[in-house]
């Protein structure tokens, strides 16, 4: 199943985004659900664990908040207060089971979105 996100687009620093993917197929409590970016590298976000955990990424602690509405089959990325450094293209992930600590191990066990670009000016 496709996993499909929305929502990117160009903020001036210190705006805010809200990242959606649509992950049907991926049924809540069994699956690690994330975000990742990418600039030169692919990085690691912020996830949420089967039964609701929530992980993030140093970078983003405090200004960016990861949810589900599970009747939507949807995932979140709340981002505020961004900076340039966040320009990136987002990635929504799944992966079966419960979430790695912290990064996710590239190993065909991932599945990925198309991804959606975030922009932020100075």
């Known amino acids: 199943e496709p996993l499909v996100e929305s929502g990117g687009g160009s903020v001036q620093a210190g705006g805010s985004l809200r990242l959606s993917c649509v992950a049907s197929?991926?049924?809540?409590?069994?699956?690690?659900l994330g975000w990742f970016r990418q600039t030169n590298r692919r990085e690691w976000v912020s996830a949420i664990t089967?039964?609701?955990?929530?992980q993030y990424g140093n970078a983003v602690k405090g200004r960016f908040t990861i949810s589900t509405h599970n009747a939507k089959n949807t995932l979140y990325l709340q981002m505020n207060s961004l900076k340039p450094e966040d320009t990136a293209m987002y990635y929504c992930?799944?992966?079966?089971?419960?979430?790695?600590?912290?990064?996710?191990?590239?190993?065909?066990?991932?599945?990925w979105g198309q991804g959606t670009q975030v922009t932020v000016s100075s």
């Open positions: 992930a799944a992966r079966r089971g419960d979430c790695p600590s912290g990064s996710w191990p590239f190993d065909g066990n991932n599945r």
């Open positions: 197929g991926y049924a809540y409590g069994h699956y690690c």
């Open positions: 089967p039964d609701g955990a929530t």
